[in-house]
């Protein structure tokens, strides 16, 4: 149960890096949308870390 929770967690913390990716990648990204997905990605790679 703990390893498909953690793949879980891994799944979403990609997903929000290529949003990130695809954000910053257009020509006007949006700061306060790129800064919210970045600490979005941090809380997730904190929990993955906890459960290791």
Request: charged letters at 35%.
């Amino acid at each position: 149960m703990e390893n498909s929770h953690i793949s879980a967690l891994s799944a979403k913390h990609a997903g929000l890096d290529a949003r990130i990716k695809a954000e910053t990648s257009r020509p006007m990204p949006d700061a306060i949308l790129v800064a919210s997905l970045k600490k979005q990605k941090l809380r997730l790679k904190e929990e993955i870390v906890e459960r290791h």
